[in-house]
């Protein structure tokens, strides 16, 4: 099993549609996760972070952790043609210490 | 405040040369981390520099090193390069590691 697992999709939905990226991870002990967008030939950009089970909203962007199921997801609201990107999904893991363990990202495709 | 910055942003070698890629953190950031982003492995953990010691190291060979200064600048080196190590190589800084880390640029190496 992979400690970060993602549909590499492509993800597709119309603008203003609502996007559900999703992530599993398999360190139970794992207590930080992050979410980065990445443009085609550019680096990772933070985009959010969440330490405690629940939703955490920024902007259009909400945040999901259940711990519990071992699940992290992103919601993106009012999507625009400008969200097209990989969304990676990253966790510090107790076994890794401070090494990012990354997903393979889900491209995301949002149509006008 | 200035983001990550690295240098060179890409750089062209032949099997067999070897490569030294700069970092420059966020400054107040002493943590520095460096990866590797491939097609087909994504991105993959190389090791970890605070306080001018290395502090975690990911799978990678001992081709592979790096080292930090005083001012948290920190540099990769690649000796006996192969084909197989043309990549992305980012850096990423954060404030102790095991936070937020937030990317440079890039420097794209290819090997020719």
């Known amino acids: 099993q992979k400690e970060v697992e993602q549909n590499s999709g492509p993800l597709s939905v119309p603008e203003g549609a609502i996007a559900s990226l999703n992530c599993t991870y398999s360190?139970?002990?794992?207590?930080?996760f992050f979410w980065y967008r990445q443009y085609s030939g550019k680096s990772p950009e933070l985009i959010m972070s969440?330490?405690?089970?629940g939703d955490k909203e920024d902007g259009r962007f909400t945040a999901q952790l259940n711990k519990a199921s071992q699940y992290v997801s992103l919601l993106i609201r009012d999507s625009q043609p400008s969200d097209s990107a990989t969304y990676l999904c990253?966790?510090?893991?107790?076994?890794?210490?401070?090494?990012?363990?990354f997903g393979k990202g889900t491209t995301l495709s949002v149509s006008s | 405040k200035a983001g990550v910055t690295q240098t060179p942003r890409y750089l062209i070698k032949t099997r067999g040369q070897q490569v030294t890629l700069s970092c420059s953190p966020i400054?107040?950031?002493?943590?520095v981390s460096w990866y590797q982003q491939t097609p087909g492995q994504g991105l993959q953990f190389l090791f970890e520099?605070?306080?001018?010691?290395?502090?975690n190291k990911g799978n990678f060979p001992g081709r592979f090193s790096g080292r930090q200064f005083s001012n948290s600048r920190s540099e990769m080196n690649v000796s006996t390069l192969e084909l197989g190590d043309s990549a992305l190589y980012l850096c990423?800084?954060?404030?102790?590691?095991?936070?937020?880390?937030?990317f440079g640029p890039g420097t794209r190496l290819t090997v020719t």
């Open positions: 520099y605070f306080s001018e010691t290395q502090r």
């Open positions: 990253a966790v510090l893991t107790n076994q890794a210490g401070t090494a990012l363990i």
């Open positions: 360190d139970r002990g794992s207590q930080s």
């Open positions: 990423a800084s954060s404030l102790g590691g095991k936070d937020e880390q937030y």
């Open positions: 400054s107040g950031h002493r943590s």
């Open positions: 969440i330490y405690s089970n």
